[in-house]
């Protein structure tokens, strides 16, 4: 005891040098944090800011290319035109008033007046992407209208050069069409070079408009000229059908190329217009990336003189971590002399425990009849409670000894119980073997009740197997019908097809007959004919003679074919009657063989269910056997 509170008052003694310490190393280690904390909150608003202006240098450049991009017609440049000028204000305004969720911060004071100057640049920078915008659906027309046009020109200048080559090729001599044909494939060239001035922009596109129009007027007169001719410009019409062809596709195409450049005369101005900003807009946007640029290298200077906090931070870090070194020192100390004072009171405590292990020595031999030494160390209590499960245990046994003294006095009167059973059990068991005997019977009566059934089962198999047969036989039976009546129907249409055969053999023999009697008369005219010429027709008569009696002879030939015709027409018809009356047969015993296969379906479903049942009878009789 004396140990342990010198230990404690060394321990007392140590505790304030601990706490001097420890606040010490407290206060420097939250300066250290609220300096590096408010050099990170610098640095950070420093880096978002710069962020800021590097993106906006970045939007300068991005917006002028969109701009330039949207003023020749791309669709997707008007979209990021409009988010990158939606981007760019956003910036603008954090830099001035600060972002909502506080991560830039509003400008210092020392870089406003770069700041209002690239505000003032912007205001008219973004007042011309407005007017591009604004210009879209104008852009957008001339432009779809320019590819129209660039996609159909190709063809009419080679359908024209088509046309004046073959004008040159078959009618060398026709100068002026030629001339005509050759003009009209200038100016179909002039049109385009109109077309790419005018989508280029400059002074010039006005001018070019009137001159596109112009051209396209006269490109119409001259080819409409060359397929229907005109007599006020001397122009005659193209007869030749190769170049009528070519000149009919150049109206047709012409026809969408002069109102696609009536659009784009319309839209000259806007055109222009749209290009002179463009031009402002890439001059601005030189302007606007430098002065981005100025304003991030200002930034990024002004950041420069935040890093005098993190510099603190660091120093007060060092001086912590020293106040920290002598903290450990001091609690190594304290606990040092912490360590001895447990020290001592662990040996008082272990003499204690080998004083009580000596007394239980004997408890573990099986003596209860030790008692511990109850003491104020820390083995007291331990020694109390092992007193009382010693008294318990003294109670324990004693009650194992009267629980065994009436244990054996039960286990004599369930011997005697037994030997009565015993003798209970042999008078069951002679009454058991009568009943034994009794069953026996019964079980041979049914087991020839189960034979008599499965014979009765075998029958009703053999008798479903016969209808199933018959059912297989009928099936087969209607198969064949129906293929007899498919093949008669087959043979009743081709005899039909052989009687409208004979029909048109009939028809032909018509024909022959015509044919014999033009040319009996035709015998009897030149008959009369070479008779009148006398002398010199004598030969020509002979002729006509032969001629007369072969005419006799077909006619007479066709009349035999015509009434063999008929007799094979009649033959055929009655051939398909017959066939007919077979067919209703064959369908009628289809059907009748039908009709019994229906009842021997039934047959079998009924073999089937008295077989199922005959089978229950043998298998419930089976089975009652075996239970007896």
Do not use: C
């Not at 009794?438 to 034979?451: A, C, E, F, G």
């Not at 035999?560 to 077979?582: G, H, P, R």
């Not at 064959?586 to 063989?593: I, N, R």
């Amino acid at each position: 005891m004396r140990v342990t509170k010198s230990a404690t008052d060394a321990s007392a003694g140590l505790g304030r040098p601990i706490l001097v310490w420890g606040v010490l190393f407290t206060l420097l280690a939250i300066l250290t944090g609220l300096a590096i904390l408010k050099g990170n909150q610098l640095e950070r608003a420093g880096r978002e800011t710069s962020q800021v202006t590097g993106k906006m240098r970045l939007l300068s450049q991005q917006m002028t290319t969109q701009a330039l991009s949207a003023s020749q017609g791309a669709q997707q440049s008007f979209l990021l035109l409009k988010q990158y000028e939606s981007e760019f204000s956003n910036a603008l305004s954090e830099l001035i008033s600060g972002s909502e969720d506080g991560q830039v911060e509003p400008l210092p004071p020392e870089l406003m007046p770069e700041l209002e100057q690239i505000s003032g640049q912007w205001e008219q920078y973004s007042g011309d992407i407005d007017a591009i915008l604004q210009s879209r659906e104008s852009i957008t027309r001339a432009t779809q209208a320019a590819i129209k046009v660039q996609e159909k020109l190709p063809q009419l200048m080679s359908d024209s050069e088509k046309i004046a080559d073959t004008l040159r090729k078959r009618l060398p001599s026709s100068g002026r069409q030629i001339y005509f044909a050759t003009y009209q494939l200038a100016i179909a060239q002039k049109i385009q070079n109109n077309l790419n001035t005018l989508l280029n922009g400059g002074v010039e596109a006005l001018s070019v408009a009137d001159e596109l129009s112009k051209n396209t007027e006269r490109f119409s007169q001259v080819v409409d000229g060359m397929l229907t001719g005109n007599t006020k410009l001397g122009i005659s019409r193209v007869s030749i059908s190769s170049a009528r062809e070519a000149i009919t596709r150049v109206v047709s195409d012409f026809g969408d190329i002069a109102d696609q450049a009536g659009l784009l005369v319309e839209a000259a101005p806007d055109l222009y217009q749209v290009k002179e900003v463009a031009r402002n807009i890439e001059a601005q946007g030189r302007l606007l990336f430098e002065g981005t640029g100025r304003l991030e290298g200002s930034v990024q200077e002004y950041n420069h003189g935040n890093e005098l906090w993190v510099k603190l931070g660091f120093a007060l870090g060092i001086l912590a971590l020293l106040a920290f070194f002598m903290l450990l020192m001091s609690v190594y100390r304290s606990t040092r002399g912490q360590l001895l004072a447990t020290k001592a009171a662990n040996d008082d405590n272990q003499r204690a425990i080998l004083t009580l292990l000596d007394e239980m020595s004997s408890l573990a031999d099986g003596d209860l009849t030790v008692q511990a030494t109850v003491t104020e160390s820390i083995t007291g209590a331990i020694a109390d409670s092992t007193n009382y499960a010693i008294e318990a245990l003294r109670s324990l046994v004693t009650a194992i000894n009267r629980a065994a003294s009436n244990v054996a006095r039960t286990s004599r009167s369930t011997r005697e119980t037994a030997l009565r059973l015993s003798e209970a059990s042999e008078e069951q068991a002679r009454k058991i073997v009568s009943t034994s005997e009794s069953i026996s019977d019964l079980t041979d009566s049914i087991n020839k009740v189960s034979q008599s059934a499965e014979r009765s089962a075998t029958v009703a198999d053999q008798s479903l197997n016969i209808a199933n047969k018959g059912v297989e036989t009928v099936r087969r039976t209607i198969e064949g019908m129906d293929s007899i009546r498919e093949n008669i129907q087959d043979t009743s249409k081709r005899i039909k097809r052989l009687g409208e055969s004979s029909q048109e053999i009939g028809d032909i023999v018509g024909l022959i007959t015509d044919i014999a009697d033009q040319t009996n008369i035709l015998a009897l005219n030149a008959a009369i004919q070479a008779s009148s010429a006398g002398e010199g027709g004598r030969g020509f008569a002979v002729v006509a003679d032969e001629v007369q009696r072969l005419a006799e002879r077909a006619s007479n030939a066709s009349k035999q074919i015509e009434t063999l015709v008929k007799t094979i027409q009649a033959d055929t018809n009655e051939a398909i009657q017959s066939m007919e009356k077979s067919t209703a047969n064959v369908v009628s015993g289809a059907h009748q063989a039908k009709d019994a296969g229906h009842a021997l379906e039934e047959i079998e479903q009924v073999s089937t269910r008295l077989a199922e049942f005959i089978k229950g009878i043998s298998e419930e009789a089976r089975e009652q056997s075996l239970v007896s």
